[in-house]
């Protein structure tokens, strides 16, 4: 079975601009979680999707937004990059249920100058 | 405010030797706690991962040691390998779901020849 595949690996952006990351998720997977990793702060979760519908939402400005596809695939926006922005970006599917497992991806390098 | 603390943060030990990381939570609604291992550019993968019913796990050479009195966990890994050279990030969640994890801030674990 494929893993969590994520696009683009890497991304160089200026700031004041706009990014959209890229996720999908494993086969048969319908939840699907984005997480930010930085040196100082570490992982921080953003938001998960399940069927479409954002199910949790982290600690994070409103500049950070997205959203699921019907086929379960995932899309992470970020409008008016800042420096501090700068960071991996991970996503990591699951099947939804209570007790299943999170599988994560390679995640984004996202570099704002 | 860090919900999960996670020490130390590096770590080096002896071929064979036993690995100790140890975690402390202060929300007593996590009931979940995982063990994440990443390896540079790579994502996170479940290593292993316990309930606050049971107060051990293990699974092969890692075990996870919980104290739910003094809210805390610890992960063990017994005759420790160079390819265990890795950064560990102990986890937590709540309602019984895997998902929106709190992660702590990650040991980097170097294991010598």
């Known amino acids: 079975k494929a893993g969590v595949t994520q696009t683009p690996r890497y991304l160089i952006k200026t700031r004041g601009q706009q990014v959209t990351l890229s996720c999908s998720p494993i086969?048969?997977?319908?939840?699907v979680s984005w997480y930010q990793q930085t040196p100082g702060q570490g992982l921080q979760f953003l938001f998960e999707?399940?069927?479409?519908?954002?199910?949790n939402k982290g600690n994070f400005p409103g500049r950070f937004s997205g959203r699921q596809f019907s086929n379960s695939r995932s899309e992470m926006n970020v409008s008016t990059l800042e420096l501090g922005d700068s960071a991996l970006y991970l996503c990591a599917s699951s099947l939804g249920t209570a007790t299943d497992t999170q599988y994560f991806g390679p995640g984004t390098r996202l570099t704002v100058l | 405010q860090q919900q999960v603390k996670q020490s130390p943060q590096s770590l080096i030990v002896q071929k064979g030797g036993i690995s100790i990381i140890n975690c402390a939570y202060e929300?007593?609604?996590?009931?979940?706690f995982p063990w994440y291992q990443q390896f540079p550019g790579k994502g996170p993968a479940l290593l292993i991962a316990i309930r606050p019913d049971v107060s051990e796990k293990k699974e092969g050479r890692f075990t996870i040691s919980f104290n739910k009195s003094a809210k805390q966990f610890s992960l063990h890994i017994m005759d420790s390998q160079p390819g265990d050279s890795a950064t560990y990030f102990c986890a937590a969640s709540k309602g019984g779901s895997a998902r929106q994890l709190t992660f702590g801030s990650g040991t980097q674990l170097t294991v010598l020849p």
């Open positions: 086969s048969g997977h319908r939840s």
């Open positions: 999707y399940f069927s479409e519908t954002q199910r």
């Open positions: 929300n007593t609604a996590f009931d979940y």
